[in-house]
């Protein structure tokens, strides 16, 4: 089994298992907290609890922290990490192959990345990737790639 699988396995049962008894122990304890009254702790020989209106600002200090988290720090966090409108990364990435240089489209670089790794060649779309290429429709459909921006801006605008 994969190592990083979502599917269930029994130590996932178990830590699911204690977390789920350890939030219903400590629930059942705050309850008892918050509700009955000093005298009963104090008569058992519990004199060191914390004053009763941490019973209601513990909650709201964790809803109010989740609020917060929510509004205005995790979309600050994307917006750091989104590159500014006049960034060339806004509207290109690694990933896009074809470019573009006076008008000519280029060939990707010839490098060992972009040998063929297909065990059957006659099912390898490599070769008709290349510009002026027709490709074959008894062949399997070619893997998800970007476009480039140049590529679209000449099929709408040109």
């Known amino acids: ?6 599917a269930p396995t029994s130590s996932r049962a178990v830590y699911g298992f204690a977390m789920f008894l350890s939030f219903n122990i400590f629930f059942f304890l705050y309850l008892i907290w918050a509700i009955v009254p000093d005298t009963y702790f104090k008569q058992i020989g519990i004199d060191f609890l914390p004053q009763r209106r ?10 109010i922290s989740l609020v917060v988290f929510a509004v ?8 750091l990490m989104t590159p500014n409108l006049n960034d060339l990364r806004t509207i290109t990435d690694s990933i896009g192959t074809r470019r573009k240089k006076n008008g000519m489209k280029l060939e990707p670089a010839k490098t060992s990345k972009w040998q063929c790794v297909c065990k059957n060649e006659e099912k390898c779309w490599k070769d ?4 002026g290429k027709s490709v074959l429709l008894n062949k399997r459909l070619p893997s998800v790639r970007d476009l480039h921006v140049w590529d679209v801006s000449e099929q709408l605008y040109l």
Not at 72 to 79: A, D, E, K
Not at 128 to 131: G, L, Q, S
Request: with cysteine; charged share 5%; hydrophobic share 45%.
């Open 1 to 6: 089994m994969p190592e990083h699988s979502p």
């Open 54 to 63: 941490c019973a209601i600002w513990i909650p709201m200090g964790i809803i």
């Open 72 to 79: 205005f720090i995790y979309p600050s966090l994307g917006l």
């Open 128 to 131: 008709y990737y290349k510009i």
